[in-house]
């Protein structure tokens, strides 16, 4: 069996891969782990001045893996929910995901296929991401089970932008994302993964106390504007919403083995997603 997340340190970059091509390389607690476990690798090894976050295949990855998910949130039947023991696993995984803030080193993502749901907390933590020119992010569980837990996106794309893709969860295309700063650059997507290690490979030239330093001095001016407090929110409000009676309806029918039923319910409306009209021809 494959491994979920791959290491690899080459010419002063470390290149860590979420490698479930089959499943959209959507998260799981595996993967949460492996890619956490990465960062802390290329932290602790001099030869490595940057890191470059990826998936393997066509996506970055569509989100937490809902059968994995789902499973281990599920209660038995009259149990009462557990504000606290949930909020204590998700604040599990923004710990991890907040590995790549946190690094002393540069960390570029790179946004290929679809980034959804989960993944966006995961990536927007990365200092710098590079887009494939077809590729979408967005966070759909705005609409029902779920708000961003990192909550990276007001401080990255500004009050006006983060409404307007929070409220709606519309996806945000490449060259949308380019105009109203969420993404350094974009790229053809056979130039992705070059253009992101290319620019990686350049860190190598700056010292890494110089690099490390004014990191911590950049981020520190954004967790004075209190995004540790958004993210303890985030994460217990992401709770709260998957908790409502009407996410609990949604998500019975995905118990049922309805996902793709559940997800077309969610995004149909707003024309999105898979639902778009040339996809629903």
């Known amino acids: 069996m494959a491994e979920s997340v791959l290491y690899e340190e080459r010419d002063g970059v470390a290149l860590i891969t979420i490698n479930r091509p089959e499943r959209l ?152 994302a380019f105009r109203i700063g969420l993404v350094s650059r974009v790229c053809d997507p056979e130039d992705l993964s070059h253009a992101a290690e290319t620019e990686a490979r350049r860190f190598t030239n700056i010292p890494a106390n110089q690099l490390a330093l004014n990191k911590l001095l950049i981020n520190q001016a954004f967790e004075n504007m209190g995004l540790r407090t958004s993210q303890m929110l985030g994460t217990f409000f992401d709770g709260i919403a998957r908790h409502t009676p009407e996410a609990q309806k949604w998500v019975s029918q995905i118990h049922g083995g309805n996902v793709r039923d559940a997800v077309a319910d969610r995004d149909r409306p707003w024309h999105d997603y898979g639902q778009t009209a040339e996809n629903q021809k």
Not at 37 to 44: H, I, M, W
Not at 106 to 118: K, Q, T, Y
């Open 25 to 176: 390389n959507t998260l799981t607690v595996e993967v949460i782990h492996g890619v956490a476990d990465g960062v802390e690798q290329a932290t602790s090894t001099s030869d490595v001045a940057a890191i470059v976050l990826r998936g393997a295949g066509s996506n970055i990855s569509a989100g937490y893996d809902l059968d994995e998910f789902i499973a281990n949130a599920a209660s038995e039947e009259g149990e009462v929910w557990d504000p606290v023991a949930d909020y204590q696993s998700m604040a599990e995984n923004v710990r991890r995901f907040m590995k790549l803030w946190e690094c002393p080193k540069p960390v570029i993502g790179e946004i290929s296929g679809w980034a959804l749901g989960g993944a966006t907390d995961l990536i927007l933590c990365a200092d710098l991401l590079f887009m494939a020119s077809n590729a979408q992010i967005g966070y759909a569980p705005s609409r029902i089970y779920g708000t961003p837990t990192t909550m990276m996106w007001v401080h990255r794309i500004g009050l006006e932008h983060a409404k307007q893709f929070l409220l709606t969860g519309r996806p945000i295309d490449a060259d949308t």
